[in-house]
């Protein structure tokens, strides 16, 4: 099968490559041909016309939960590629707080069969300790070998500063990241952010010092080892300036955050959404103008959504009993576009650096290009339709999302991956 | 004028008006309290829902006698917090409890929001009391409703809440309400006790429990939880006492004239003394008989709203 995208413009920051009213000619999942014009024959080319709308080289969401195995009540390897795909995602990394968890072959193998006949890539990130437990080291050269891309304890961070040491120095051997949810457990039993608001609310605190405390704890660990740290879901206004200032020294340390904590605050918990209730929390407007300025330094190198799926019945529940978490893959990239780009925080390219280019050289998987000979593999974006968020519509299983309604400028139409095309939610 | 919310959900932004008008109200249902017979139809043909997700014996009693005293069918629903995991959901809970044609909901529950969720979920007028450490206003009410009957006023009345602010409703409440009435509010406990940002709410913070009785005309202290969980934020009952327990002779070397207020159970011996639970300064009995003035006014008032 081949298809021709027509008269589209194609950006690839990291070729420093920006044409306008540019053909594409794909076959086999390769690019044949990039130029303007193309000729083509009718008879077995899909021709679609992209006008106005921008090829970017695939996007890559590094923080989801796929809940498989485990709670494919609330999210499969299936439905959640389909989110993805519907997010404008070619690939995501999904975080191995399963049941079992991601700490064998065995469950990495199991993950890449079943994404294998899907349209999005799922690259596991497996445990740093057996069953996230902070007890001993998974076996970090074996999942590398079976296909893991980081390592994480996802859902808490590493638990002790004695068994943080030892991952990072194992896995620094295969250079491999630590992905750390920053979060100090002796500080962790509240259910929102320590504030002004918390107080009236009358919900008990997670204070952002807990988050800091870890971060720097990572920090320190990643310059004494020489490994390479990656921080998940940055939230607070300290942990960006710590980041800030050990790039400055050198330390291989990246972060990332989610559109939720760049967008939004502990304000709006004054309605009990438990769909505002995930971990770590929401914060002030100063952590989130911190965020910004994060976002924009390069101190914050990219953006994921930490994906949480659960179902409606649990997060019926009171605000205490509700799990943390919401979903995000079919909103982070409209959140992004209408938050960061028309609001003149990023640019477009520095958007494709957040979402494309640097989770992939975090997690040392080849970046998109468009050459011809090359894989076909992009994300196609409207930067300028107007948009509705409507959870009904999407392809996740789970409808967790605090951004249900939101009015939106700028939508990923689809991808091109592994041969297929996913477009205005469907296959083509 | 009736009041502007059909719900009570806390009194963080009731305004003055309906604070006045529950106080007022309650004058008279406090009056016929006093009668031989203690009932008036005013409520006749109202269902009532008493729904306690939380132990509590002297609020439910409280509201319970309100209700039959205004004539209301009262019904009593409640759940052990042990059984909830298990049990049937929040919602479904409600669901059922509307299917049978309640008017009003009064609720108590461990957490935080759940009577705001209650009022997205069904019709009922909804009442709290006592969600979480957050708010518990029909408290406040009868605090302010004590302390008015005994000062006259609230403007530049010393008002001093003493004990666990962190993890009190009462506290959260009577902060709100005594704040809109025009009273100086301020907090006194041990530090971990207090919320880290509670300043913006306009209050002030004392750690000295003689400097809180000579400046306050007021106290309202708070019960100390005794429990392991508690004892996390402070070292030992022994060292609470000797620091910040209040006895006569504390009393006495500070000043006379104050007003001691306590939404019970009461420590004795530990936040209170004895001597001063059953001294001249208190009131916490009156505060209970107000607590059924109170709280028929606030069902009258919110049960009579169209």
Redesign the interface.
């Known amino acids: 099968m081949k298809y021709l995208f027509k008269n589209t413009t194609i950006i690839n920051p990291e070729q420093q490559l920006s044409l306008k009213d540019f053909d594409i000619l794909i076959s086999d999942g390769l690019i044949i041909k990039i130029g303007q014009n193309l000729e083509y024959d009718n008879s077995n080319t899909k021709v679609i016309e992209l006008k106005g709308k921008i090829l970017v080289p695939g996007f890559l969401d590094m923080h989801v939960h796929l809940r498989e195995p485990g709670r494919e009540d609330e999210e499969t390897i299936e439905t959640g590629s389909r989110a993805a795909a519907n997010g404008g995602f070619t690939a995501v990394a999904c975080m191995p707080n399963t049941e079992p968890s991601i700490d064998s072959a065995e469950v990495i193998e199991l993950i890449k069969n079943k994404s294998k006949s899907f349209i999005v890539d799922v690259y596991p990130v497996a445990a740093a300790t057996i069953e996230r437990k902070g007890e001993f080291l998974s076996p970090m050269l074996e999942l590398k070998e079976a296909g893991a891309v980081a390592f994480s304890d996802d859902g808490v961070a590493i638990k002790t500063a004695s068994i943080l040491k030892r991952a990072m120095e194992y896995s620094k051997m295969i250079d491999l990241p630590i992905i750390e949810h920053c979060e100090d457990e002796s500080l962790s039993n509240g259910s929102m952010n ?3 608001n ?8 997670l204070p952002s010092v807990s988050e800091d405390i870890i971060v720097m704890r990572d920090i320190l660990m990643a310059q004494y080892t020489g490994a390479r740290v990656h921080i998940a879901h940055i939230s607070s206004a300290n942990a960006v300036k710590l980041v800030r200032e050990a790039k400055k020294k050198g330390i291989k340390v990246t972060a990332e955050v989610t559109p939720h904590h760049f967008t939004l605050t502990d304000d709006l918990l004054k ?2 959404d438990t769909n505002l209730k995930m971990n770590p929390p929401l914060r002030t407007h100063q952590d989130v103008q911190e965020i910004l300025e994060g976002l924009k330094d390069g101190t914050i190198d990219c953006i994921a959504s930490d994906h949480a799926p659960h179902s409606i ?1 649990e997060k ?6 509700a799990p943390n978490g919401v979903v995000g893959l079919e909103t982070s990239v409209g959140i992004a576009l209408s938050e960061l780009f028309h609001k003149k925080v990023l640019s477009i390219e520095e958007i494709i650096m957040k979402y494309s280019i640097n989770p992939r050289k975090i997690l040392n998987i080849p970046i998109p290009s468009f050459a011809e000979g090359s894989k076909a593999e992009f994300t196609i974006l409207d930067l300028n339709e107007v948009w509705t968020v409507d959870k009904e519509k999407f392809l996740s299983k789970s409808k967790n999302t605090p951004f249900d309604k939101r009015l939106l400028t700028g939508k990923p139409l689809g991808i091109f991956n592994k041969g297929k095309l996913f477009l205005n939610g469907e296959i083509i | 004028m009736p009041l502007s919310n059909r719900h009570l959900l806390g009194m ?1 932004n009731v305004p003055k008006e309906d604070i006045q008008l529950i106080l007022d109200t309650a004058n008279t249902f406090k009056e016929i309290l006093e009668r031989p017979i203690k009932r008036v139809p005013t409520l006749q043909g109202k269902t009532i829902v008493n729904l306690f997700y939380e132990n509590s014996t002297r609020t439910r009693i409280s509201f319970e006698l309100a209700e039959k005293r205004l004539s209301a069918d009262a019904i009593n629903f409640s759940v052990s917090t042990s059984s ?2 298990k049990g049937e ?3 479904d809970t409600v669901k059922n409890i509307e299917a049978m044609k309640v008017d009003m909901i009064v609720i108590r ?6 009577p ?2 209650l009022t997205k979920l069904c019709d009922a007028n909804i009442i709290n009391a006592g ?5 518990h206003p029909t408290q406040a009410l009868l605090d302010l409703y004590t302390i008015r009957e005994k000062k006259g006023s609230f403007e530049n009345l010393k008002v001093c809440i003493v004990g666990d602010i ?1 993890h009190s ?1 009462v506290a ?1 409440s009577n902060i709100f309400a005594l704040k809109t009435m025009g009273a100086k509010v301020s907090v006194c406990g041990p530090s971990t006790m207090i ?4 300043e ?2 306009g209050v002030e913070v004392i750690y000295n429990i003689d400097e809180a009785i000579q400046e306050n005309d007021v106290l309202n202290v708070l019960r100390i939880q005794l429990e392991r969980k508690a004892r996390e934020y402070f070292p030992s009952i022994r060292e609470y006492v000797k620091y910040f327990g209040i006895n006569s002779q504390r009393l006495e070397k500070n000043k006379k004239d104050i007003l001691i207020l306590h939404p019970g159970p009461i420590n004795r011996g530990v936040e209170l003394s004895s001597d001063v639970a059953d001294g001249p300064y208190q009131v916490i009995l009156q505060q209970v008989t107000n607590g059924v003035a109170i709280r028929m006014a606030v069902l009258y008032l919110l049960g009579t709203l169209n």
Request: net charge negative; aromatic share 12%.
């Open positions: 320590e504030g002004i918390s107080t009236l609310f009358g919900l008990l605190p309605t009990y019945e019926e529940l009171e605000f205490d009993y | 963080q909830v995991s959901s929040l919602k529950h461990s957490v935080a929001g759940t705001y969720m969600d979480g450490i957050h708010e962190a409703r959260l919320p880290k940002f509670i913006e709410l």
